[in-house]
């Protein structure tokens, strides 16, 4: 296997293969056999076996993930990367753990840096590093095909095939999952919380000598959600079309890495990436004065409330308190009161991403005692919407980095990094990393590591001016828009913009860590203290938009994680994180649990049949405790050519309590059944 999934070593925290020991930083690692005991259906979810991680679905269908979370809704403070390339989206800072092009069957590996890691891979390596690593074709010698169904709605499907030649070999995959959501009725209604996606992932790797690999990667994912109302919406209306957001993502990628010497690599990466992403929905607008339905309704889109909103400093409560001395707005109220039948609309969230990336990184052993890894970086980000922002805008960066690793004294190992980057919105910062690393005996390492990073304001918080259209309108309404509501297209008269002088947000951390290799254990212990400052902790969205830098979250606490293998039929797995969270906004508190912790146990206790079995708990998440037990029972059997596996996979909640928000209820277990054949 390559020497960085060998046990012990790891790859993300340096950008260099290393042994766990002498990595600046604490590091999670889930291996493809840690993947599939966890019964894990979705990518996102085996990240809940990472100490300290939140990995939930707040909002019916969409996942929220993060490192010693905060925000439930917006998180942003988290770098994923899925070999190589960046999943943190430059439009509004997030990550889409939906419509992610992979399929968890197809990941290898994934490595977690639990820290800031801004030092190896520059801003919005905030909190924590999740790099995600796909499986080698060249270690793939079958086809499959595996389908999955259960409760909910779930059905899955997935087809894969691989290929080799002399010096070559190729894979590619296919995918797609569905489900209805969270099943338990709201106040009464059934909610709008299905989903599907499809994706597809694939990868050609050339040998070309000793010296030369080359390998292309390519790909993409088409997604369908239905999404929750927006109470702000659902207060002046009546939705006439739920929320459904339609989302297409892409992305080619090419690597070269050449050998020198067994002491010095090059590699040069560039890809690109899209995303088209739109939500639309339909609503009949209430007559402002009145709250029913009418004509009136159309004032909402009148250009007239707009001036008034603008020349009230875009204060909802002050326009309306100044409409009935507006001649102007009265006049247009007038006018509509002539037109017959209710004023509805469609409208909708539109979002365009590209990015180009292309990167030189050199990794050169100079002697026994000193390593060097440095690079540079040039990325082109350009987001488009209407809705968000008006137009398009762009933003240029240009990046350098250096971590060195010096072997002071045969126990002790110094590594230090930066990373120099300058952008259009955030000028220049820099962000550093120191950490010593001293075994106090063989396969047992005490260590210390001080970092700093910074999140900086995605293109949508430096320069957001969002207008919502009303499209497909109702009659009279669509035949004579200037005449009715003064202007076409017609907008909905809030409309907010933002200042351009947000700070970046900065965390200051430090952590003494243990890391231990017994003959059956492994144990990584951590204690950690992080300042974050300059937070954007308001809503920043079309209806409700507070943009500034008042936010502040301290953090103080300790992680554990043991892996336990007896045997090689069996495999136990248990962490814990006890975190004390101080902020001074309650909405960087929702998901910041005092305690967390995760249990698995893989066995197989015979040579056709395995089990496992797991335990998820958080105390608590806005209040509410989480608590899940699950259960899998594998099957493998010979049909002729083909080798058979029957999974049965439970997902029990121990109580009946919501997850973060009331709404966010199951009714009942969640169960599937998955037959996966190999040819």
Known sequence: MPLAEQPGMVLTPARVSQPQSEAPASVTVIGRNLIEASGARELYEVLKLVPGMTAIKVDGNVPTVAYHGTQARDSRRMLVLLDGRSQYQPGLSRVSWNDMPVDIRDVERIEVTRGPAAAAYGANAFTAVVNIITRDPRDISKHSVSVRGGNNGILDGRAAAVGHGDNSAWRASVSRRADDGYDEPFEGDIRPDRKRIETLNSEWLWEVDDRNTFSVQAGGSQ??????????????????????????????SLEWQHVFSATHQLKLSTYGQYNNETTGFGVCYLDPFTGQPGPGGGLLFSRELRELYLQNGGDTGATFAAVPSSAAVLSRYGTLQGAVGNFCADSELDLQEERYDLEVQDTWQINERLRLVSGANLRHDRVSSDSYLSGTEDNLSYRLFGNLAVDVLSPLT?????????????????????GVSWRVAPSHTLRYVYSRAVRTPDIYEDQAHTNIEAMEMSQPFASNP??????????????????????PEKIRSEEVGYYGQFRYLELDVRYFQEELTDLLSHALNPFEFEPNNEGWVNHQGTEAQLTFRPTVNHLLRLTGAHIHTHTNKKTESRIAARDSGSFLWAWQFASRWGLSTAYYQANDYNDYRYQRADLQIRFRHRAGPAELEWRAVVQHALNKEPIVFEENQYQEDRMWLELEMKI
Request: proline share 5%; no cysteine; aromatic share 14%.
């Open 223 to 252: 997604s369908w959600l239905e999404r929750q109302q927006e109470s702000g919406v659902a207060d002046i209306g009546n939705y006439t079309q739920d929320p459904v957001q339609q989302g297409e993502k892409a992305f080619l």
């Open 414 to 434: 110094l590594n230090l990094g930066g990373y120099w980057e300058r952008d259009q919105i955030s000028s220049e910062h820099f962000s550093p990393r120191g």
């Open 482 to 503: 200037n005449g009715l509501l003064g202007w076409s297209p017609a907008y909905f008269f809030i409309t907010q913009s933002s200042p351009g002088t947000l700070k």
